[in-house]
């Protein structure tokens, strides 16, 4: 799951929670402790979601779509995809419009700015002028998302072959997501009743 799920499971109540989800794959080990509770949770809950989500069958029958265009790199194409879909059935998962909810996050990350770590701060100027929640909603804004992540990280710059495969794939793949989507949200739902 990439960034709008990872908001999206953290629900609406808890704005430290949904900064450690957003800041959960930059926290490694001891750090954890170096943040307040809330945010904590927040990060703990994001490497369930991980944890979830990779052993997931559906998940990973989705994932494996992408294997010859993406490598190993698979499992992160996929992440950006099932954002795609979450953004395209967003009205069925929340009440506010997918674009006032984006500013709201953007919002609670610029509030908490001073808690992000650092390499979270460059990226999320970015993140937000780019308007990446609202951009996983078309398939140009996936493909845009890609060449952005080719251009700062190691991922390889396959977004044509992906966006190809998603195009070839795409009832098959939200038919999936919608699966998977209905079992991370009840899990997700139990994992919280613990915090």
Not at 41 to 50: A, F, K, P, S, V
Not at 122 to 138: D, E, G, M, Q
Not at 180 to 186: A, L, M, S
Request: net charge neutral.
């Amino acid at each position: 799951m990439n960034f709008l799920a990872h908001i999206y499971l953290s629900g609406d109540d808890d704005e430290g929670l949904m900064i450690g989800n957003y800041i959960g794959d930059s926290v490694k080990g001891r750090r954890l402790s170096d943040y307040p509770f809330s945010i904590q949770c927040g990060i703990l809950l994001h490497r369930e979601i991980d944890s979830f989500t990779d052993s997931h069958p559906v998940y990973r029958q989705s994932k494996d779509r992408f294997v010859p265009v993406a490598g190993r790199y698979a499992g992160v194409v996929c992440d950006v995809v099932y954002d795609h879909f979450l953004a395209k059935n967003w009205g069925g998962y929340h009440s506010l419009p997918l674009k006032k909810y984006a500013w709201r996050a953007y919002g609670r990350i610029l509030k908490n700015w001073f808690r992000l770590p650092g390499e979270m701060r460059h990226f999320s100027v970015n993140f937000i002028s780019k308007r990446r929640l609202t951009a996983y909603a078309t398939i140009d804004g996936i493909r845009d998302t890609l060449d952005l992540m080719s251009n700062g990280t190691s991922l390889p710059n396959c977004s044509d072959d992906v966006v190809n495969v998603m195009i070839r794939d795409y009832y098959d793949l939200e038919n999936e997501f919608l699966q998977f989507f209905f079992e991370i949200r009840r899990h997700i739902d139990d994992f919280k009743m613990n915090f």
